[in-house]
Nanobody, 124 residues
C-alpha cells in the first residue's frame, strides 16, 4: 500500500504561485508514476500533470502548460507541483495519485492510490 499526503495548498491572489507537495509512505515511489489531478465541486476530476518513475517523462494538461511544473525527489519519496501565474480557474482541490509502472497515464481510472486532497483557492 502507498499512502499519499498532499500539502502546500492555500489562498493566493491571481498571478501568484504555490508549490504543492505529495509525501508518500508505505512504499518507495521510485517505481511509480505520480500524477496530479484537480476537482471542483460538481465537476469531474481532471488531469493536471504526471511524471514518470525516473522523472525523465512528464505530461501536462494544456490548460497549465507554461505555468505548472511537476517534479519528484525519489530520495525524499516526494512529488511536487510548482504552480505559477495562477488564475481563478485553477481553484480546486488538488489530488496526488500513484500508479506502479513505466507508463505516464492521464486518466484518473488508471491510478491505484490517492491522497486526501489539498485546497487551492485563487482570488481575483
Amino acid at each position: 500500500q502507498v499512502q499519499l499526503v498532499e500539502s502546500g495548498g492555500g489562498l493566493v491572489q491571481a498571478g501568484g504561485s504555490l508549490r504543492l507537495s505529495c509525501a508518500a509512505s508505505g512504499r518507495t515511489i521510485g517505481s511509480y508514476a505520480m500524477g496530479w489531478f484537480r476537482q471542483d465541486p460538481g465537476k469531474d476530476r481532471e488531469f493536471v500533470a504526471v511524471i514518470s518513475w525516473s522523472g525523465r517523462n512528464t505530461r501536462l494538461a494544456e490548460s497549465v502548460k507554461g505555468r505548472f511544473t511537476i517534479s519528484r525527489d525519489n530520495a525524499k519519496n516526494t512529488v511536487y507541483l510548482q504552480m505559477n501565474s495562477l488564475k481563478p480557474e485553477d481553484t480546486a482541490v488538488y489530488y496526488c495519485a500513484a500508479v506502479f509502472g513505466a507508463a505516464v497515464p492521464v486518466g484518473k481510472n488508471d491510478y491505484d492510490y490517492w491522497g486526501q486532497g489539498s485546497q487551492v483557492t485563487v482570488s481575483t
